[in-house]
């Protein structure tokens, strides 16, 4: 925690049941560290799925919580906007804020489709069969390397390394040092006073250290972007060589996060997922071929990015509510992706689930996610070795969550192994 009272699981509980619902804050990253947040996330869609915090942790904002509103908002980007001059994607984000930086991701259209369209090809199918050698080769290495019988840390050991080594390549950084790019990820979208990050000041120097080592990569990259990694795209694109340093940087904070928290948090859910319903690890034992759905049901259960923020540019009513222009507008994709409207049994992993592709976890229209196939292929990769090697990962404790109200992840998940296929 951030030095603040230690709440009770009791405290929580009370909260929740009692709280008149005007009063909710779901915005609190202690209630996402406790595991909580899907909780109030399921008062708020079933008794005020739009719903106004007037005075929470981070000030006033909508709670949008039901999956077919956050799908209308996704795609009218004339009324809901996305610009960081607007207010950005995050519930805390503003523009003034040194910690926040312009990206694609945080642009309304002509700017986004002309920026997004620049990297779009390091994720081409082409590109990602180039990849694919790459990443079995490093989920095998990582798993040959595990210890049988032995407690060690999932995130660590598996999540973290793959991750770090999938960004290096795709980025052009190097290999050796790939470590470094989870270390500013985690920085970057840490909440200062947290754990991760005391002061803003410390995130700040840790972000300038990130953008001191890309700008000599960039410099290089400007003289001879030839290669295939998204620094040479950027620097040869008509449309971003000449990116603002803001820009440039804004657009490797967003490369970097959005490469590390998904894939990583996706690939220690998912064994946490198949420990938690054993029955469906049967399942994929008896029928590899279920791996094609794993992914997706990972995502929708899981959800690894808990919000995206919209900035209402008009005066709209939604689900009778009336939204005023310039008020902040969160769409919880945590919430979105448990919908029972859209999800029978929505608690449950289920690695058949007919309709797991209309999890909302990449967004939806102009800004779903442009890396979705990439981290698809490097978890299904990972399973499809994990299935050679292990026929059970047992989940010794609860994991350890996420300070924060933006990545819905884990810090640590303490596994053992108790054999290997013979």
């Given at each position: 925690?951030?030095?603040?009272?230690?709440?009770?699981?009791?405290?929580?509980?009370d909260e929740?049941?009692?709280?008149?619902?005007?009063?909710?804050?779901?915005a609190?990253?202690?209630?996402?560290q406790?595991?909580?947040?899907?909780?109030?996330?399921?008062?708020?869609?079933?008794?005020?799925?739009?719903?106004?915090?007037?005075?929470?942790?981070?000030?006033?904002?909508?709670?949008?919580?039901?999956?077919?509103d956050?799908?209308?908002?996704?795609?009218?980007t004339?009324?809901?906007?996305?610009?960081h001059?607007?207010?950005?994607?995050?519930?805390?984000?503003?523009?003034d804020?040194p910690?926040?930086?312009p990206?694609?991701?945080?642009?309304?259209?002509?700017?986004?489709?002309?920026?997004?369209?620049?990297?779009?090809?390091?994720?081409?199918?082409?590109r990602?069969?180039e990849?694919?050698?790459?990443?079995r080769t490093?989920?095998?290495?990582?798993l040959?390397?595990?210890?049988?019988?032995t407690?060690?840390?999932?995130?660590?050991?598996?999540?973290?390394?793959?991750?770090?080594?999938?960004?290096?390549?795709?980025?052009?950084?190097?290999?050796?040092?790939?470590?470094?790019l989870?270390?500013?990820?985690?920085?970057?979208?840490?909440?200062?006073?947290?754990?991760?990050?005391?002061?803003?000041?410390?995130?700040?120097?840790?972000?300038q250290?990130?953008?001191d080592?890309?700008?000599?990569?960039?410099?290089a990259?400007?003289?001879?972007?030839?290669?295939?990694?998204?620094?040479?795209m950027?620097?040869?694109?008509?449309?971003t060589?000449?990116?603002?340093?803001?820009e440039?940087?804004?657009?490797?904070?967003?490369?970097?996060?959005?490469?590390?928290?998904?894939?990583?948090?996706?690939?220690?859910?998912?064994?946490?997922?198949?420990?938690?319903?054993?029955?469906?690890?049967?399942?994929?034992?008896a029928?590899?071929?279920?791996?094609?759905?794993?992914v997706p049901?990972?995502?929708?259960?899981?959800?690894?990015?808990?919000h995206?923020r919209?900035?209402?540019?008009r005066?709209?009513?939604l689900?009778?509510?009336?939204?005023?222009?310039?008020?902040?507008?969160i769409?919880?994709?945590?919430?979105?992706?448990h919908d029972?409207?859209?999800?029978?049994?929505?608690?449950?992993?289920?690695?058949?689930?007919?309709n797991?592709?209309?999890?909302?976890s990449?967004?939806?229209?102009?800004?779903r996610?442009?890396?979705?196939?990439?981290?698809?292929?490097?978890?299904?990769i990972?399973?499809?070795?994990?299935?050679?090697?292990?026929?059970?990962?047992?989940?010794?404790?609860e994991p350890?969550?996420?300070?924060?109200?933006?990545?819905h992840?884990?810090?640590?998940?303490?596994?053992?192994?108790?054999?290997?296929?013979?």
């Amino acid at each position: 925690m951030d030095g603040a009272k230690q709440e009770s699981s009791t405290d929580y509980e009370d909260e929740l049941a009692s709280l008149p619902i005007d009063q909710l804050d779901v915005a609190r990253p202690q209630l996402f560290q406790r595991g909580y947040a899907p909780r109030y996330l399921r008062r708020l869609r079933h008794e005020a799925p739009v719903h106004y915090c007037a005075d929470g942790e981070y000030a006033s904002y909508w709670s949008v919580t039901r999956h077919r509103d956050i799908e209308m908002i996704e795609l009218d980007t004339d009324t809901f906007s996305s610009d960081h001059l607007n207010g950005g994607i995050t519930l805390t984000s503003h523009p003034d804020d040194p910690q926040f930086l312009p990206s694609f991701i945080a642009m309304d259209p002509p700017r986004h489709g002309e920026q997004r369209k620049v990297i779009a090809p390091a994720f081409s199918p082409q590109r990602l069969g180039e990849m694919t050698q790459s990443l079995r080769t490093w989920s095998r290495e990582i798993l040959d390397g595990l210890p049988i019988g032995t407690t060690f840390d999932w995130v660590d050991r598996v999540s973290i390394e793959l991750t770090a080594r999938t960004l290096a390549l795709l980025l052009g950084y190097p290999h050796e040092r790939a470590r470094d790019l989870i270390r500013w990820s985690d920085a970057m979208v840490a909440l200062p006073g947290s754990p991760a990050c005391p002061t803003i000041e410390q995130k700040l120097a840790v972000m300038q250290e990130c953008f001191d080592a890309f700008d000599q990569i960039w410099q290089a990259r400007l003289r001879a972007p030839a290669g295939n990694d998204l620094l040479s795209m950027i620097a040869g694109g008509v449309e971003t060589r000449e990116l603002s340093p803001d820009e440039l940087h804004g657009n490797l904070l967003l490369l970097i996060v959005g490469g590390n928290d998904t894939t990583r948090n996706s690939i220690t859910a998912s064994v946490l997922a198949l420990d938690r319903f054993p029955r469906e690890r049967q399942k994929l034992d008896a029928d590899p071929k279920r791996l094609a759905n794993l992914v997706p049901e990972i995502l929708r259960w899981q959800t690894p990015i808990a919000h995206m923020r919209r900035t209402a540019m008009r005066d709209v009513v939604l689900g009778g509510q009336p939204i005023a222009k310039g008020d902040k507008v969160i769409l919880w994709y945590l919430s979105a992706n448990h919908d029972e409207e859209i999800f029978a049994d929505a608690e449950d992993f289920r690695i058949d689930r007919a309709n797991a592709r209309r999890h909302l976890s990449f967004g939806a229209g102009i800004h779903r996610c442009v890396g979705a196939r990439l981290a698809d292929l490097q978890i299904r990769i990972l399973w499809e070795e994990i299935l050679t090697r292990f026929p059970r990962i047992n989940v010794l404790h609860e994991p350890e969550r996420s300070f924060s109200t933006f990545t819905h992840g884990y810090s640590s998940l303490l596994v053992r192994i108790p054999h290997r296929h013979s």
